[in-house]
Each structure stands twice: as C-alpha cells, then as structure tokens.
C-alpha cells in the first residue's frame, strides 16, 4: 500500500529562491562577495562548503574558501572585515567546539554576518526586532538555518496567511530536538515569536517557548518543564530534528498522526518508517540554507552599498 506521506526535498524548496537571486545579481549587473573560513576537518563542514561553492557559481555571487588555522582564524576574520570587496563572511563552525566559538561570531562584523551569530542579530532574533533601523528599511539577518526551515514551513503550508504577520503560528505546537546558539534556539525563537508553542529538547531537558496565553506578549518568553519527550511529541504538529550524530533516532511511535517531520542534521534522524506516521517528510534542509545564506549576503551588499552613498551625500 502507498504511503500517504509526501517527501519534500531542499531542492524544491530553494528553486524559486536562486532564481530570483539569480535573476536580480544578473540584471543589477553586481557581484556580491562571500567569504567562507574553514577552520576544521568536519566532513559536514566540508560538504556545506562544497555546496556553497557550487551555489554560489550558479547563481553569479563570487565565494572565495580561505582555509585557515584556527589559531589564526580571529586575525583572519578581522582582516575581511576591513576589506572593502567582501560583503559577506561566513565560517564553518565548530572551530573549537567551546565559547571560543560564541566569541568568534562576534569577530564577524554587523555589516559582514550573513550568518546572523553575531550578538546585534541573535539579540534582535530573541527580542523579535525585525528591523535593524528606525526607519524600518533594512532588515535584520537572521541565522541561516533557522531561516531556512521557516521558508520550509511557509512552503509547506505550516504558516497560516489568514492571520496576521507575526501571528501566522498560533495554534501549532512544534517539537525541536536540538537548542543549540547556532540553530535550535534562535530557530524556537523565531517560531515562539510568530505564535507557535515550542518545545525545545536537549540533553538537558525541554524548555517552553511562547508568546504567553493568547500571544499576547511582544516577544516569547522560556519556562522549564519537566514534560518528558514522550510527553511532547505525540502532541507536537510539527517535529523538527537537529541531532548531530547517526546514533539518534525520533522513535517514529512517540509521533502524532499526521505530522510534519524535518531533520536539518547532516545525519538522518528519523526512523526509516518515518512516513507510516507523516504527512510531509523533509529529510534535509542543506540547500534552502545556502540559498538563505545568497539571500542574507545581497541584504548586506546593498545595505553597505546605501552607508557609502549617504556618506558621499
């Protein structure tokens, strides 16, 4: 008997998204800039890096790979900073898998973060600022990969456009098995401050993220709960995974009927009977990141661009 189940893949979900990144590099006649430090020998940072090299040729954005020690990586960073040509920096975290790490992203200039680590858009992300101006005309940069899974969930239909922007998640209840600074949180954040209820698993336990009894806060606020993943999941709409190891699997008869599932490890962390439980199988999200990463880097191209003309003016 066919599943009922229906896999959606990266691929799809990014399409339109180089297309038009494409389509606007190509007719603005411009060539934004990427540089990406790697710092490691993670295979999956490896590959994020093969993958950004070969997104970046398509769609006409210049990516340049500068691998370093990472012992020299913070001069390096500050060195790019203050180069006039890059418009974007990016590294291939972990480095030194420690707060090293969290004070590396802060090396990352404002203006060059198309990750958005740094403490100007991680602190706009928890506080759901969504502009990083007063007059509301740039945007902020938000963490790629959290990006990247809210397209997914606007794609696939989780958002609801018949509420209001901002509130398009009220009423669904999402499971993240992963809380950490680089994706778990922000991305429980993110999904809190537009209405959802957010379970956010770690080793640690499970924290509640939301915008109070009937959203009525400005920005989510965190609770700890000792609710047990068993006590989530099965009520969760949607189940989102970001173990970083093979050995972690969802057990697939914890899942509610219907379900929405998403990994965005490398590695697969779903059940292979994943889609006897799910109504929409997302296996990966790889290639929406690097398309959000593109999308982050034109923002910062163009928002440097306008700091050069209103000095000249």
């Given at each position: 008997m066919a599943t009922a189940c229906k896999t959606v893949l990266a691929s799809k979900v990014s399409a339109s998204f180089r297309e038009q990144l494409h389509k606007d590099i190509e007719e603005r006649k411009i060539r934004p800039k990427l540089v990406g430090f790697l710092a490691n020998d993670d295979?999956?940072?490896?590959?994020?890096?093969?993958?950004?090299?070969?997104?970046?040729?398509?769609?006409?954005?210049?990516f340049e790979l500068r691998k370093v020690d990472k012992q020299d990586l913070e001069e390096k960073i500050t060195e790019?900073?203050?180069e006039k040509e890059v418009n974007g920096i990016m590294v291939y975290y972990p480095v030194f898998g420690n707060k090293q790490d969290l004070y590396l992203q802060n090396c990352v200039s404002p203006l060059k973060d198309v990750e958005g680590l740094c403490h100007t858009f991680v602190h706009n992300v928890y506080h759901n600022v969504r502009y990083m101006d007063e007059k509301e005309t740039m945007k902020c940069?938000?963490?790629?990969?959290?990006?990247?899974?809210?397209?997914?969930?606007?794609y696939?239909?989780?958002?609801?456009?018949?509420?209001?922007?901002?509130?398009?998640?009220?009423?669904?209840?999402?499971?993240?098995?992963?809380?950490?600074?680089?994706?778990?949180?922000?991305?429980?954040?993110?999904?809190?401050?537009?209405?959802?209820?957010?379970?956010?698993?770690?080793?640690?336990?499970?924290?509640?993220?939301?915008?109070?009894?009937?959203?009525?806060?400005?920005?989510?606020?965190?609770?700890d709960?000792?609710?047990?993943?068993?006590?989530?999941?099965?009520?969760?709409?949607?189940?989102?995974t970001g173990v970083p190891t093979p050995k972690y699997k969802m057990p697939t008869s914890l899942l509610k009927e219907g379900v929405?599932?998403?990994?965005?490890?490398?590695?697969?962390?779903?059940?292979?009977?994943?889609?006897?439980?799910?109504?929409?199988?997302?296996?990966?999200?790889?290639?929406?990141?690097?398309?959000?990463?593109?999308?982050?880097?034109?923002?910062?191209?163009?928002?440097?661009?306008?700091?050069?003309?209103?000095?000249?003016q």
């Open positions: 295979p999956a940072a490896r590959k994020y890096a093969e993958w950004t090299a070969k997104t970046c040729a398509e769609t006409g954005v210049d790019a900073n203050e940069i938000i963490p790629c990969t959290s990006l990247a899974v809210v397209k997914i969930l606007e696939i239909g989780v958002y609801n456009s018949v509420l209001p922007y901002g509130n398009r998640l009220y009423g669904r209840t999402i499971t993240i098995v992963n809380r950490s600074e680089i994706v778990g949180r922000p991305l429980a954040a993110m999904l809190a401050n537009d209405g959802a209820k957010v379970f956010s698993v770690d080793v640690n336990g499970i924290q509640i993220f939301t915008r109070g009894t009937g959203i009525k806060l400005k920005a989510h606020k965190v609770e709960t000792d609710m047990k993943l068993e006590d989530v999941v099965p009520q969760s709409d949607v189940v989102i929405i599932a998403i990994n965005f490890s490398s590695s697969a962390n779903f059940e292979d009977d994943v889609k006897s439980k799910a109504s929409i199988f997302v296996p990966s999200v790889g290639k929406v990141t690097v398309a959000m990463l593109e999308r982050n880097l034109l923002r910062l191209h163009d928002h440097q661009e306008s700091i050069e003309k209103s000095k000249s």
